[in-house]
């Protein structure tokens, strides 16, 4: 699931034109408050480079927390070539640490909170789209 705290009512255009691009679906995307999450998530994920100080609402209660802080492309300034290179820059941070965590063995770190914990962090910490988590 993917939601925001101060959501913008729309996704971004250059958003859905890369994911588009990279042939993946944006027929359900649509921007969304954390406040309406269908369920309550087991890990939150935090993002944006300016959430790592936010608070989730208290109706998450004890889930694991993270930050992979990511510039939001969506403040970036100058040509149109350099807000895409912003767009695809984030695009490629998180599905690197998308892929790095869809590659740790979840099942055996469900029953560890604790190094899921320190996995999370590890992966936000040093997979920047180009390196790898060891």
Request: aromatic share 4%; hydrophobic share 40%.
């Amino acid at each position: 699931m993917s939601a925001g705290s101060r959501p913008t009512c729309e996704v971004h255009p250059r958003s859905l034109a890369l994911l588009a691009r990279e042939g993946i679906s944006t027929d359900s995307a649509h921007s969304k408050s954390w406040d309406h999450l269908p369920q309550t998530p087991d890990v939150v994920i935090t993002v944006c480079a300016s959430a790592a100080g936010e608070t989730c609402p208290a109706y998450l209660g004890p889930v694991l927390r993270a930050h992979w802080g990511v510039d939001d492309p969506a403040h970036a300034t100058g040509t149109d070539e350099e807000i895409d290179a912003a767009f695809l820059s984030a695009y490629r941070i998180l599905r690197a640490r998308i892929e790095a965590l869809l590659a740790l063995p979840l099942e055996a770190l469900a029953r560890d909170p604790r190094q899921l914990q320190d996995a999370l962090v590890k992966i936000g910490n040093a997979v920047n789209g180009q390196q790898s988590v060891k």
